[in-house]
């Protein structure tokens, strides 16, 4: 049973990246004042009138949502196969269970049940990578203008980079003229400068820095975006602007047997509640897509 193969699943890389704090215990919904008007300020000559604007605050309401898994199993499985549901059907549940929500957070309609993910959030920075034969040379400027975007228009730094791991095996499979690599992989600054610094063979955590920022693979990102569905985008964001809401008890787990005592069957279900929002500063965030983004050669 130690070797056993769970199903493999893509997991919740953004959602940890990000973090999360406690979901308060009460409540369905709950509101964020956000300012959209700011007062002015303006220089001004003696005995003239004031520069006045008042300040205007925009409500945004966040929903609580809830992300369930459940599995029939016989009550014989249940009574005399605790290792089959404590270390199989239990953690899939779970897993399951955590990797639709991250998938919500990254790209949920925001039409109940979903969260509104990231890449659905309107007004958020938009770099177009437009490249028939895409090169990392050449995608390296497209990074740089997420990221001042960003600081251009949310006044806030970018702190993280999230892109799909195929994405990742691109970037550091670059080589320069000479035919090195443009990744030091060892983590000591070489000789030669190199671009950045990653491990090719990691996943779900930071794999490697761009520009000054900490890389999260993330499998859950589309790879089928664009006119040719082949494309992924690469998303620069400021991870103290990304809130995630967990109840503290989540996942929860509940056993119940079905009522006809014949069937002896028993429903595994897990649940937990979420709430989540991009959407204070939708400026604060930024995404490279297009052309030069399709499915990478190697």
């Not at 990000?18 to 369905?28: A, C, F, R, V, W």
């Not at 690599?181 to 820095?209: D, I, R, S």
């Not at 089928?224 to 008890?249: H, K, M, Q, R």
């Not at 897509?289 to 499915?295: N, Q």
Request: with cysteine; glycine share 8%; aromatic share 10%.
């Amino acid at each position: 049973l130690d070797k056993f193969a769970p199903v493999a699943r893509a997991g919740r890389p953004f959602c940890n990246a990000i973090g999360s704090t406690p979901l308060g215990p009460d409540g369905i919904s709950f509101t964020v004042p956000r300012g959209t008007t700011g007062t002015s300020g303006a220089m001004t000559d003696e005995a003239a009138a004031f520069s006045e604007t008042d300040y205007d605050v925009t409500d945004l309401t966040n929903s609580v949502r809830l992300v369930t898994g459940q599995q029939d199993i016989s009550r014989t499985v249940f009574m005399r196969g605790n290792s089959v549901v404590d270390q199989i059907l239990f953690p899939d549940l779970i897993a399951a269970a955590e990797t639709a929500l991250n998938l919500s957070v990254l790209n949920g309609s925001g039409t109940a049940p979903q969260h509104r993910g990231v890449m659905q959030v309107a007004s958020i920075n938009a770099v177009t990578y437009t490249d028939a034969s895409p090169t990392v040379a050449e995608a390296w400027p497209k990074l740089a203008d997420a990221i001042q975007r960003i600081n251009s228009n949310r006044y806030a730094p970018a702190t993280l980079i999230v892109m799909h791991p195929r994405r990742w095996g691109w970037v550091t499979s670059a080589l320069d003229s000479q035919n090195r690599p443009l990744f030091n992989f060892q983590m000591e600054v070489p000789a030669w400068a190199a671009t950045a610094f990653g491990e090719a063979a990691k996943y779900g955590q930071v794999v490697g820095t761009l520009q000054g920022l900490p890389v999260v693979t993330d499998a859950s990102i589309p790879t089928n975006l664009g006119a040719g569905t082949n494309e992924d985008e690469i998303y620069v964001v400021n991870a103290d602007e990304c809130f995630l809401w967990e109840d503290p008890s989540a996942p929860m787990f509940i056993r119940a047997e079905q009522p006809a005592a014949a069937s002896l069957g028993v429903l595994l279900v897990v649940y937990g509640y979420f709430a989540y929002s991009f959407r204070r500063y939708t400026n604060g965030h930024a995404k490279v897509g297009g052309t030069g983004l399709v499915t990478p050669t190697f």
